[in-house]
C-alpha cells in the first residue's frame, strides 16, 4: 500500500493504482481461519435447523448466539480491555459474509453485532461497559436497536418517544412506542432512542427488566421469519440517569454512526447470501433436465449464470476494497486515547458515500441474484419444498432496512456534494476539466497490451461523465439540488457504477498474474460481462439525468457526452458469458472464492 | 507427555480435478486447501489428551511448501502448542515411505509418547504412512482407530471392523494410532485461539535435512477411469414405462429370461 490514503468520495476524481486496494486474495492465513470457523459453524450448527428457526422456535437462535458467544464471533468490534477482539473490518466483512448462510438466524447475529453492540461499544462509558459489555460479546444476552417508531422511520429524527426526568434525578421514564425492532423478542438490552423534553435526541441503555417496558407481538412478515421483529412499548420505563448512552441531545450521531457501519456490513452479508444463492442456482441447473438435456446447457440459463457470477464478483470487489479503505484509515488513529472512538467515528464517516453504495450495490445484487435463482428453478422455485422460494422471500428486506435503498441513494452524492462545499474534494475544478473534456474530441486509442485497458478507459470517461452530470446539476439548482431527488438518484447511479467498477478492475488487476491461464482467462470474462452492465446501467442514468437537468443545445451536447463517455467496447460479450456460465456448471461454485 | 500429530494439507475435496502435464499428479493450480480430514480427528484427539494430562505438549507437523504453513496455523490454533514446518516443494512426488522417513528422521530423538496420523489422505489415500513410521521408530501401532482413552501410560482404542463388529485393543505408550472418521468431532478454533495462535512457535526445518531414505515406488500415471457404457434414462407414463422396462430386461439381460 502507498501512503497516501484515499478519502471518501476522492474515486470520483482520481487514478487508483491497484497496489492500493485491499482484495479477498489479500486475506492472512488468521483471516482465512476466521472464515473457516464461520462457515463451518453455520453450515453444522444453523442451516440443519434453519426450517425450525424460521417456524419462530427462537430458542434456536439463541442458542446459535451463544454459541457464537464461544466462538468469538461476537466479540470482533469490542475493545481488548473488555475482553473484545478489535479485529479489523476486513475480518468482521468476511465473517459477516459467511454467516449469511444461516438465513433468518443471520439476520439476529447482524443486528446483536452491529446496532445491537457497536452504540455501547463507541459511546459507552466504562462503567456502562463494564456492566454490559461482557455479556453482549460473550451472547449471553442478546441486543436490539429501537430508532423506528410507527409514525417515523426513514425521517428517525422524527421519533415521538420521549424521556422526562424523574423528580428526584434518578431516573429517565420513557414513553413512546418502538417498532419493528429486531431481536425484540429475546434481547435483553436495547439501546433506545427517545427525546428528553421533547427536544433533545438522547440514547439510552434499556434492560428488558427495566419497569416499563414491554415487548409486543411477532410481526407477521414476508421473509426473514425466524428473524424476531415486535414493537418495543415503553410506558414510563424507568431507566437509571447513569445508563444515557452518549452525550444528551447527541443521540442522532450514534444513531447515524452506527448505521454507516451497518450499511458496510449489509453490503457484506448480502454478498454471501448471493453466493449461495447462486450456487444452488448452478446445482439445480446441473440436475434438471428438460429436452433430453440439463437446462444448464442452454443460453438463456447459462446467461443468468454468468450475469449473477460477474455482478458478485464486482459485489466482492466492492465490499473488501472499502473494508480495506477503512483499516487502512483507521489504523492511522492511535488507540486508548480519550478521543479514541470520536476520531474512529470520523474515520468510518470519512466513506459515508462508499458504506451507502456498498449496501445499494450489494442489495440489488442480491436481487437480481435471488430472482434468478427462482427462474433457474421454474416452477420449483415458486414451492417452499426448495430453498430458492426463501432466499426470494428473505431478500426483500435488505433493500428496506438499514435506510431505504433511496434514502441511501440520497445520502451518497449528498455526502460528495456536502465534501466538495467543505472543501474536503475539489469537485468543482474537476467538473471544470470534465467540461473541457466534452468539448474537445478524443482520439485516445486503447492500448490492448494493456491489461484491462478497455475497461479502465471506461472507468475514467464514467467519472468524466459524473463529474459532467454532478456539475450542470449543481450549476443549475445550486443549494436547492437536494430537493431535485430524481437527478440526485440518477447521479447516485453513476456514483455507484463507477466504484462497484473500479473495485472490480482494480482488484483483477492485482491479483491477475497470480493465476493459472485458465483461471486469468475467467477473470478477463468476469470483468467484461460486468463492465458491460456497468456502461449500459451509469449510461442510462446519465441520459435520463441529462433530460432531468438541460434541454435544447446543452442537452444535446451532454447527450453526446453520454454516448462518448459510456461507450464500451464489448467485443467478445457472449464468449465470455459462456465461458463463465461453464466453467461455473462444472465446478458447481462461485468461481472466485 | 510429548505428542506428536501428523497434517497434510491437502485440496478441498469438491475440487474440479485436473492431471498435471507429468501425469503422475492433479494440477495443483488455482485449489483451495484444508487439512486432511482425518488428521483433523487426530489434532482434535492430541488437544484432548492434552487436555487430560497435565503438562502435556503438543507438536504439529507438516511437510511440504510455504502454504502448508496456514493449515498448520489451524492446527495451533485448535491447541496444538507448537508447529515443525518440514519445507518442501516436492511433496507430492514422494513416496509413502520417503514421507515417514522424513517424518521419523526428526522425532527419533524426541522421545514421543503419543503419535497420532490420519488413517489415510484424502488426495494419495495410501494409508501407509502412519505404520511405516510406528515401524521406523520401533514403536507399537493401531490402525483406524475410532475411539480413543488413555489411563496412566496405558491407551484403550476401538477399531471398526467389517460386520459392525468393534475390536477393543489396549496397549503401552509410546504408540501411534492413525485416526478414522467417528473418532471425535473437530473443534472449530475460536477466534481467540486463531489470534493467540500467531504467537506460538512454527519452526522451519529443510527436507534435505531429513530426507535419509529414497522412494520404494512411483506413481506411474495417474488418470481417471474410462466411463462405462452411459445409463438409459426412459420417460413418460409409468405404466409403459414399466411394460418397456420389462422389454428391455428381457432382451438385454438375463434377469428375466
Ligand atoms: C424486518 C424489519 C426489521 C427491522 N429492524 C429494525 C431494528 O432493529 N431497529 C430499528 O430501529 N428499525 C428496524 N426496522 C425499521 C426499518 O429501518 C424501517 O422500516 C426503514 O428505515 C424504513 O422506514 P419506514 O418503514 O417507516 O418507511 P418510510 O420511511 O415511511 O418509507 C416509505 C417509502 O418512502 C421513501 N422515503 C421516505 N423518506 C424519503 C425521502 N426523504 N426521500 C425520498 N424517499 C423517501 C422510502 O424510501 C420508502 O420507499 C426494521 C424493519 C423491518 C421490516
Known amino acids: ?593 | 507427555m510429548n505428542i506428536l500429530v501428523c497434517i497434510k494439507q491437502v485440496p478441498d475435496m469438491e475440487s474440479k480435478f485436473r492431471i498435471d502435464a507429468s501425469a503422475a499428479w492433479f494440477d495443483t493450480a488455482d485449489l483451495a486447501w484444508r487439512m486432511n480430514e482425518y488428521d483433523e480427528y487426530g489434532v482434535e484427539q492430541a488437544v484432548r489428551l492434552k487436555e487430560q494430562v497435565a503438562g502435556a505438549d503438543i507438536t504439529v507437523l507438516s511437510i511440504g511448501p510455504d502454504k502448508v504453513k496456514e493449515t498448520m496455523k489451524k492446527a495451533l490454533a485448535m491447541g496444538c502448542d507448537r508447529g515443525v514446518h518440514i519445507t518442501d516443494s516436492d511433496v507430492s512426488r514422494r513416496d509413502p515411505a520417503e514421507i515417514a522417513g522424513i517424518i521419523a528422521e526428526y522425532a527419533r530423538d524426541k522421545n514421543f509418547d503419543m503419535i497420532f496420523t490420519g488413517m489415510q489422505s484424502q488426495d494419495r489415500g495410501s494409508g501407509q504412512v502412519g505404520v511405516l513410521l510406528a515401524e521406523m521408530l520401533s514403536c507399537a501401532a493401531v490402525t483406524t482407530i475410532v475411539d480413543f482413552s488413555y489411563r496412566e501410560g496405558r491407551i484403550e482404542v476401538k477399531r471398526e471392523l467389517e460386520g459392525g463388529i468393534r475390536a477393543s485393543v489396549a496397549l503401552n505408550i509410546p504408540a501411534l494410532v492413525t485416526c478414522q472418521l467417528g473418532l471425535n468431532k473437530p473443534r472449530y478454533p475460536t477466534l481467540p485461539n486463531i489470534m493467540k495462535a500467531k504467537k506460538k512457535e512454527l519452526l522451519s526445518l529443510p527436507v534435505e535435512d531429513l530426507r535419509k531414505l529414497e522412494s520404494r515406488q512411483q506413481t506411474a500415471r495417474i488418470y481417471f477411469p474410462e466411463k462405462k457404457g452411459g445409463g438409459l434414462v426412459l420417460e413418460g407414463d409409468p405404466a409403459r414405462l414399466a411394460d418397456e422396462l420389462i422389454q428391455i430386461l428381457k432382451q438385454k439381460t438375463s434377469i428375466l429370461a
Not at chain 1, 442478546?142 to 423528580?167: F, I, K, N, R, V
Open chain 1, 1 to 593: 500500500m502507498t501512503e497516501k490514503i484515499l478519502r471518501g468520495g476522492e474515486y470520483l476524481i482520481c487514478d487508483i493504482p491497484c497496489a492500493d486496494v485491499f482484495t479477498p486474495e489479500d486475506f492472512s492465513d488468521e483471516q482465512k481461519q476466521f472464515g473457516e470457523t464461520t462457515e463451518r459453524f453455520v453450515t453444522n450448527e444453523i442451516v440443519p435447523h434453519l426450517d425450525e428457526i424460521d417456524k419462530q422456535n427462537f430458542d434456536l437462535v439463541v442458542e446459535g448466539m451463544q454459541k457464537c458467544g464461544e466462538l468469538g464471533l461476537l466479540m470482533m468490534d469490542a475493545p481488548e480491555e473488555y475482553g473484545g477482539l478489535e479485529l479489523d473490518k476486513a475480518s468482521s466483512m468476511l465473517v459477516a459474509e459467511k454467516i449469511s448462510a444461516g438465513g433468518s438466524f443471520s439476520v439476529a447475529y447482524a443486528a446483536h453485532t452491529g446496532i445491537g453492540t457497536l452504540p455501547l461499544v463507541y459511546y459507552g462509558t466504562p462503567g456502562q461497559k463494564d456492566k454490559y459489555l461482557e455479556k453482549i460479546i460473550s451472547g449471553q444476552w442478546c441486543a436490539a436497536y429501537c430508532l423506528t417508531e410507527p409514525g417515523s422511520g426513514s425521517d428517525a429524527l422524527g421519533a415521538q418517544a420521549s424521556a422526562l426526568l424523574s423528580e428526584d434525578g434518578t431516573h429517565y421514564l420513557l414513553n413512546g412506542t418502538k417498532q419493528y425492532i429486531t431481536n425484540g423478542g429475546f434481547a435483553q438490552l436495547f439501546t433506545v432512542f427517545a427525546k428528553i423534553d421533547k427536544e433533545h435526541f438522547t440514547a439510552f441503555l434499556v434492560e428488558k427488566d427495566f419497569e416499563g417496558l414491554t415487548v409486543g407481538p411477532e410481526e407477521k412478515k414476508m421473509g426473514i421469519k425466524g428473524s424476531s421483529t415486535t414493537p418495543i412499548i415503553l410506558d414510563n420505563c424507568r431507566v437509571p440517569v447513569e445508563n444515557v448512552l452518549g452525550e444528551i441531545g447527541k443521540g442522532h450521531k450514534i444513531a447515524f454512526n452506527v448505521l454507516n457501519v451497518g450499511r458496510f456490513k449489509l453490503g457484506a452479508a448480502v454478498m454471501g447470501a448471493s453466493k449461495v444463492a447462486l450456487v444452488t442456482g448452478i446445482k439445480y441447473a446441473n440436475e434438471r433436465v428438460q429436452f433430453k438435456q440439463k437446462i444448464s446447457s442452454f443460453g438463456a440459463i447459462k446467461e443468468k449464470i454468468a450475469d449473477l457470477t460477474a455482478d458478485i464478483y464486482a459485489s466482492e470487489s466492492l465490499v473488501y476494497r472499502l473494508a480495506g479503505l477503512l483499516d487502512t484509515k483507521l489504523a492511522t488513529i492511535e488507540k486508548g486515547g480519550d478521543n479514541y472512538y470520536a476520531a474512529y467515528q470520523k474515520g468510518i464517516e470519512e466513506y459515508a458515500a462508499e458504506c451507502g453504495i456498498s449496501k445499494v450495490f450489494c442489495s440489488e445484487v442480491l436481487a437480481r441474484t435471488v430472482d434468478e435463482v427462482v427462474q433457474i428453478h421454474g416452477g420449483y422455485g415458486y414451492v417452499s419444498d426448495y430453498p430458492a422460494e426463501r432466499y426470494y422471500r428473505d431478500e426483500r428486506i435488505n433493500r428496506i432496512f438499514e435506510g431505504t435503498n433511496e434514502i441511501n441513494r440520497l445520502l451518497i452524492p449528498g455526502m460528495i456534494l456536502r465534501k466538495a462545499m467543505k472543501g474536503e474534494l475539489p469537485l468543482q475544478a474537476e467538473a471544470m476539466k470534465a467540461f473541457e473534456a466534452l468539448m474537445t474530441p478524443s482520439f485516445d486509442a486503447v492500448d490492448e497490451a494493456i491489461d484491462f485497458a478497455a475497461e479502465k478507459a471506461l472507468l475514467k470517461n464514467l467519472k468524466t461523465l459524473f463529474l459532467i452530470l454532478a456539475g450542470t446539476g449543481v450549476q443549475k439548482f445550486m443549494d436547492k439540488i437536494a430537493d431535485e431527488q430524481e437527478i440526485l438518484m440518477a447521479a447516485a447511479d453513476i456514483a455507484i457504477q463507477i466504484f462497484a467498477l473500479e473495485s472490480t478492475v482494480l482488484r483483477a488487476e492485482k491479483t491477475l498474474s497470480a493465476f493459472s491461464e485458465r483461471k486469468q482467462e475467467l477473470l478477463r470474462a468476469a470483468v467484461k460481462v460486468f463492465a458491460f452492465r456497468a456502461s449500459e446501467e451509469a449510461g442510462s442514468a446519465a441520459r435520463k439525468g441529462a433530460f432531468y437537468v438541460e434541454e435544447g443545445d446543452t442537452l444535446t451536447m451532454i447527450l453526446s457526452g453520454v454516448r462518448r463517455f459510456s461507450k464500451f467496447d464489448a467485443t467478445g460479450l457472449l464468449a465470455a458469458k459462456r465461458l463463465l456460465a461453464e466453467a461455473s456448471c462444472e465446478e458447481e461454485k462461485y468461481l472466485f472464492n
